[in-house]
């Protein structure tokens, strides 16, 4: 989820799209005179939040990990149900932006676009609507009323990658993810630099990228090659389309021959009890409630400063069903590198191209 996922990363926004749609009359809507900070309490005027995402709200991973963050947000703020908004399933550009602009329309406080594809049309309608804060996930453009969060899933991509290479029997292990963005190449660039760490020698086969985050079917059809290839630790980054790689693992473990796959985004583990070593989630909860509580309060200032595994925003989480299957050495490397993680001393490089 930065260098993040988050630039969940995510889709790509085609900057085509918004320059089409600029001369259809709604983006020429009048400007919006601003009366205080972006998303701030107006007095007597409910204070509302939506939250837009762009796959399902159940996907076990990086949508559903917003929708639960949301509620939080809610909790926080002590909001009544109807201030929260949640708009799921925005598969084109258009939709995307078209939610974007009926929340702001409708005088939303503060608006969550939950991927980087949300960055293009936020900031080219920001400046109509000064009064609402545009908050974009793995985004990486700052302007007056619009800031991004940027998750370091490479945190938690470089110690995903330390347990892979030293887990591998073959010494060869792969990636699927979704889309060929900056965000997910970042993702996959931390989780080999941790396999080289562990093991300079390990063999990264080339990414595959299915091109969509929801079909399960393609995922495990993409992943069923690379472990005829030899593969046999395997991380993705998609979203609901992950059970399809955890499938195609289960599919071809062995107890003579163990393949195994890798959680990211959420704690995956579950998913796959018999063949997910551990996933790298990202906790959206305290960016969330952070950002929502000072635009409440009209203080909050936008920023591109990381969250990663210092900031409690990113994990790494064993599957304690297979833990026992970890060798010592390798889980003193992995713990070592982590407390080196979050106190500083290792720095995990983000690919922003």
Known sequence: MTATRGTRFRRLLLPAIIAATAGCGRSNAPTVAASGAPGQQVAGKPYKIALVLSGSATDHGWNQDAVKAIHDVQSALKLPASSISIKEDAVSPSQQQDNLRAYAGQGYNLIIGHGEEYQAPALHMAPQFPNTLFVISSGDKIAANVTPIVFKLEDGAYLLGMLAAGMSHTGKIAEVGAQEIAPVRSVFSAFALGAKAVNPNITILHPVYTN?????????????????????????????ASQGVFNAVQQSSTAAHPVYALGTNNDQNSAAPGVVLASAPINCSPVFVSIAKQAEAGTFKPSNTPYGLPQGVIGFIENPALASRIPAPLQAKI??????????????????Q
Do not use: R
């Open 335 to 352: 713990t070592a590198a982590q407390q080196a993680i979050q106190s500083g001393k290792l720095v995990v490089p983000m690919k922003t």
């Open 212 to 240: 969509d985050w929801e079909d399960i079917g393609k995922a495990a059809q993409a992943t069923q090659p690379l472990i005829q290839q030899g593969a046999d630790v395997i991380i993705q980054d998609l979203d609901s």
